[in-house]
């Protein structure tokens, strides 16, 4: 089996399409290698039979813009293929490749994302327009691409309302999800403790950047940045209490703007309660995530966070009630009267599962990297987040859970 798992980096070229192969035929694949290489775009991987789930993951998760895969071999396999590929990363221009023409064939194709339907034998006019067209599509998703990135921001109604579980697990998801550089501030400055649940010790954090404002550039904050395996970058709390005049508006603004223009995706953990500087958080904010627990106490302080939000120009903005650790069957509380107290419909229940949490803290593997019910509802955030449909409930043999 001529199969290559590890793709290669996109070409140093900007202008070279990467495309991966997929389909158990070597001579088909050899063929289509022929005509596409024709048509100035790099092969960068191959795979000589339809992916397991890991590999699945590996391929969404790489820089490629092109997948082809030849659906001859198993159709419904392939077309299974097809949908999980484009659910799991819209970036990719998917193309079927059969020597079947039957337009029933065409229509399951499309219904499953893929944006060309190439025929076996492969004409060289048809492959150069779909060639073309990949490739403006790529120019327009690197335009987007640009554009500054969103500031999600997580607060807590209380201390322990699961402020730093889910805003982690949230930035990992995200990071699946979207297949884009997700940072991870920890604004819970002098109490944050982010570094510790996912098991990093950085060497600088956000308190460097605080006490040298005048430092404060893109070069300058990279430094101080620790990549967890994951791949999301973190910016940690001290480990110690830092003079409070340091945490005002304008540093953290001028932080937040640059790490905005640096990662398309910031998540924010502010924590139980962010001072005086939580006015310029709240107003860069893309989204808020209010996160708060079915208790009296809890409650109370989220229904006079949100009523703050809702009577300034933040209200604007999303704000979005998580209530974690919900049991229905033991809350004091029910979900209706939650709804009445807070004036805000309730879009995310995170349930309580205390073993995975606490097994997850132990062994240091995240929530977000486990088929646990925390991980689905975060899963679903995070898909919401970055512009994907909702993963069905029913389980999928390509699904990630
Ligand atoms: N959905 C959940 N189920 C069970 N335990 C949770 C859940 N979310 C958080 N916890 C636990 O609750 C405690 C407080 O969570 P944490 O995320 O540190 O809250 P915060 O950052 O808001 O103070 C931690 O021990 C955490 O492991
Ligand atoms: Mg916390």
Redesign the pocket.
């Known amino acids: 089996m001529n199969s290559t798992y590890d793709y290669q980096q996109r070409p140093m070229t900007k202008s070279v399409l990467s495309v991966v192969l997929i389909g158990p035929d070597e001579e088909r694949r050899r063929v289509l290698g022929v005509a596409f290489r024709q048509q100035q775009v790099a092969i960068t991987g191959e795979l000589g039979a339809y992916p397991n789930f890991n590999h699945l993951a590996k391929l969404t998760e790489s820089d490629c813009d092109v997948v082809v895969v030849d659906l001859d071999r198993d159709p419904e396999v392939a077309l299974d293929l097809v949908e999980n590929i484009c659910s799991r990363n819209s970036l990719i221009t998917v193309m079927a490749y059969s020597s079947d023409r039957d337009p029933e064939l065409l229509v399951k194709c499309m219904r499953a994302g893929a944006r060309e339907f190439l025929s076996e034998p492969i004409s060289s006019t048809v492959l150069a327009e779909a060639v073309i067209r990949a490739s403006a599509r790529r120019l327009e998703l690197d335009r987007q691409k640009k554009v500054s990135g969103k500031i999600l921001v997580f607060w ?1 109604a209380k ?7 889910l805003a982690s697990n949230f930035a990992i998801a995200l990071k699946r999800e979207s297949s884009r550089e997700v940072s991870l501030v920890d604004l819970n400055i002098q109490l944050g403790d982010l570094g510790v649940v996912l098991g990093l010790t950085p060497s600088f954090t956000i308190a460097d950047a605080l006490r040298n404002p005048e430092r404060l550039d893109q070069d300058f904050v990279s430094t101080l940045l620790v990549e967890h395996s994951t791949g999301v970058s973190l910016l940690a709390a001290p480990d110690h209490c830092i003079p409070a005049p340091l945490v005002h508006n304008g540093n953290l603004g001028k932080l937040l703007y640059i790490l905005r223009d640096q990662f398309p995706y910031v998540v924010v953990d502010a ?2 309660s962010l001072g005086g500087s939580r006015e310029v958080v709240f107003e860069m904010a893309d989204a808020i995530y209010l ?1 708060t627990q079915a208790e009296i106490s809890s409650l109370r302080n989220a229904q006079r966070l949100a009523s703050h939000l809702q009577e300034t120009a933040i209200g604007e903005r999303r704000v979005e009630v998580v209530l ?2 919900y049991d229905p069957r033991n809350s004091e509380i029910d979900e209706a009267r939650i709804t009445k107290v807070l004036d805000l419909p309730l879009k995310w229940k ?5 073993l995975n ?1 606490r097994r997850s ?1 132990d062994t240091g593997v995240p929530l977000a990297l486990q088929n646990t019910p ?1 991980a689905r509802t975060v899963y679903q955030m995070a898909r919401e987040a970055c512009g994907k449909p909702a993963l069905p409930v029913k389980k999928s043999k390509w699904g990630l859970f």
Not at 159 to 165: F, I, K, L, Y
């Open positions: 807590g201390g322990g309302s699961g402020v730093t579980t924590g139980p996160v974690n650790r995170v349930p309580n599962d205390y949490v803290l925390v």
